[in-house]
């Protein structure tokens, strides 16, 4: 069967056949046919629409235990990490006026401990697809929170990730059992709670490790292991405080994200994507990265006064003496 048909059989089950509605309309004029053939399309729409708000009822019944309605039209969705409140009536006001809907309200996100008086929020979005009823839209939304333990680790996800890390930041919590299943599959990483350290595999053999849970650092200390070492360098003592505020460096998923790249992906790597302050640190202790950058730091149009930060803003005085004594380091360790 092709993809078409395929489609359009999807298509059919979802909106129904109209025109065993309405086959009278089918004989008259040109106009006639042409308005009854509107006419069983919207009806096929608004077929599509009641079939949708059924599932959207069914699911909150089947979970009656997890989802209940509040007294202010707020639907209350008990997932596994975390208690969510959706404001049924804003969506139901979107939906009746489809020219005002774009876009869901941002859900509050609260500990799975209990209701707070001044809740996060998160602006949690779902994909629609191609012809989609909107009360569809909203099952999948509903489910998505209901499983959050598996949702909130997609891509398309990530302000439910940051509002769930603000709540939770990375001691032990509801989010601990899926990010360390996460994280193993993804960069063999292994969460230390006692220590309250994350260690992970980098590229060419180095190992990166992440100190959380230190209330006198804003970020976490960065620490790397190469090939054959036992014992670990300091690469950022706190890694808000001494990095340039790069978007690569900027939450817990990028960082790792960045380092399990790392230093593979710095070879050829410029100030504009990637932090540089990280970039000369792990190129001052990496030849492959240094010789890569030492044509650069000795091109006469270059100067560390003139780096930019990713969002378009000069570097400060203090990081650029930094940046000055790095690039000494480099071009050291370039031509030993």
């Known amino acids: 069967m092709s993809m078409t048909s395929m489609e359009d059989g999807h298509l059919g089950k979802l909106f129904g056949d109209g025109k065993k509605f309405y086959d009278g309309y089918r004989k008259g004029t040109v106009q006639e046919l042409r308005r009854s053939k509107m006419f069983t399309g919207m009806m096929g729409v608004a077929y599509a629409a009641e079939r949708a708000a059924n599932l959207v009822m069914s699911i909150i019944e089947e979970n009656e235990d997890r989802m209940q309605m509040d007294d ?31 876009s869901f309200d941002v859900v509050e996100v609260h500990p799975k401990s209990g209701l707070v008086k001044e809740p996060k929020t998160a602006c949690v979005q779902v994909q629609p697809q191609k012809n989609m009823p909107a009360y569809d839209l909203l099952a999948g939304y509903i489910l998505g929170l209901l499983n959050d333990e598996v949702t909130w680790l997609q891509d398309s996800l990530s302000p439910l990730r940051r509002t769930l890390f603000q709540i939770y930041g990375l001691a032990q919590s509801p989010l601990t059992a899926s ?66 505020g790069h978007y ?89």
Do not use: C
């Not at 180095?206 to 036992?230: A, D, I, M």
């Open 72 to 102: 202010a039209e707020h639907l209350l969705i008990t997932g596994t990490l975390a208690i969510y409140r959706v404001d049924i009536g804003s969506f139901m006001a979107k939906f009746v006026n489809p020219f005002d809907y774009n």
């Open 179 to 244: 990010m360390e299943d996460h994280f193993a599959e993804l960069v063999d990483g292994e969460f230390d709670y006692t220590n309250d350290t994350f260690t992970f595999e980098g590229t060419n053999g180095w190992s990166w490790r992440l100190h959380f849970g230190q209330p006198l650092r804003e970020g976490y200390k960065v620490e790397y292991q190469k090939p054959r070492q036992t014992w670990w360098n300091t690469l950022f003592e706190d890694h808000e405080k001494d990095s340039t």
């Open 248 to 336: 690569t460096l900027s939450g817990f998923f990028e960082v790792v994200e960045h380092l399990a790249e790392s230093p593979r992906r710095l070879k050829g790597a410029t100030d504009w994507n990637t932090d540089p302050i990280f970039l000369r640190k792990v190129a001052s202790d990496y030849p492959p990265v240094a010789k890569a950058m030492a044509g650069r730091l000795m091109d006469d149009n270059y100067s560390a006064d003139e780096i930019y930060s990713f969002y378009d803003e000069p570097i400060s005085e203090e990081q650029a003496d930094t940046v000055r004594y790095l690039d000494r380091l480099i071009l050291e360790r370039a031509h030993a």
